[in-house]
Antibody
Framework: EVRLVQSGPEVKKAGESLRIFCQGS????????LAWVRQMPGKGLEWVAR????????IYSPSFQGRVTVTADRSTSTAYLEWSHLKASDTAMYYCASLPYFDNWGQGTLVTVSS | QSVLTQPPSASVTPGQRVTISCSGSNSNIGRNSVNWFLQVPGTAPKLLIYTDNQRPSGVPDRFSGSKSGTSASLAISGLQSEDEAVYYCATWDDSLNGYVFGTGTKVTVL
């Protein structure tokens, strides 16, 4: 079973950059793809992007294309979600999950951006 | 704005059965398999059903999934207080070239 551990909560100001991570226990071996999912306060789940850690091929949701960058380091079994210029509207919980079924989830990383 | 529509809420007494619908289109549910999740507030979502009607190990058989055309359903029988959560459907959308989640259904156990 894939176990996913995410980085801790972040408090940032608008305009700052940020990179959060998701470390998997086995995906470098078994070839699991990973997805990032956003949940804004009191709202539902939104798919952000998916990445194949094997070759770093990434597909973004049109809603997030150009706003975030997803990368992976297969040698450390770690995937990253990055912003270059945060906005207050980026305030949300961000989850990573293993694909194809979203069967394993990280604990979530709360990102708070103040204006 | 999600392309998968679910009823916002459902209230059920303990022991009863509830069915949650997930309505989509030919580009998503009509062509791809559906997964279902539950989320207890303050915790990460948990997979309940994958590939329309398959249960991961550890998920009770009180939970079942089905699909017909462009709609999918999750049924929960013998409702228990611990089933109180928000339930989401999800699938791949060929037109959007991405995953889509349902709007979520909050189940309250009276």
């Amino acid at each position: 079973e894939v176990r996913l551990v995410q980085s801790g909560p972040e408090v940032k100001k608008a305009g700052e950059s940020l990179r959060i991570f998701c470390q998997g226990s086995q995906f470098s071996v078994t070839g699991y793809w990973l997805a990032w999912v956003r949940q804004m306060p009191g709202k539902g789940l939104e798919w952000v992007a998916r990445i194949d850690p094997g070759d770093s091929h990434t597909i973004y949701s049109p809603s997030f294309q150009g706003r975030v960058t997803v990368t992976a380091d297969r040698s450390t079994s770690t995937a990253y979600l990055e912003w270059s210029h945060l906005k207050a509207s980026d305030t949300a919980m961000y989850y990573c999950a293993s694909l194809p079924y979203f069967d394993n989830w990280g604990q979530g990383t709360l990102v708070t951006v103040s204006s | 704005q999600s392309v998968l529509t679910q009823p916002p809420s459902a209230s059920v007494t303990p022991g009863q059965r509830v069915t949650i619908s997930c309505s989509g289109s030919n580009s998503n549910i009509g062509r791809n398999s559906v997964n279902w999740f539950l989320q207890v507030p303050g915790t990460a979502p948990k997979l309940l059903i994958y590939t329309d009607n398959q249960r991961p190990s550890g998920v009770p058989d009180r939970f079942s999934g089905s699909k017909s055309g462009t709609s999918a359903s999750l049924a929960i029988s013998g409702l228990q207080s611990e089933d109180e959560a928000v339930y989401y459907c999800a699938t791949w959308d060929d037109s959007l070239n991405g995953y889509v989640f349902g709007t979520g259904t909050k189940v309250t156990v009276l």
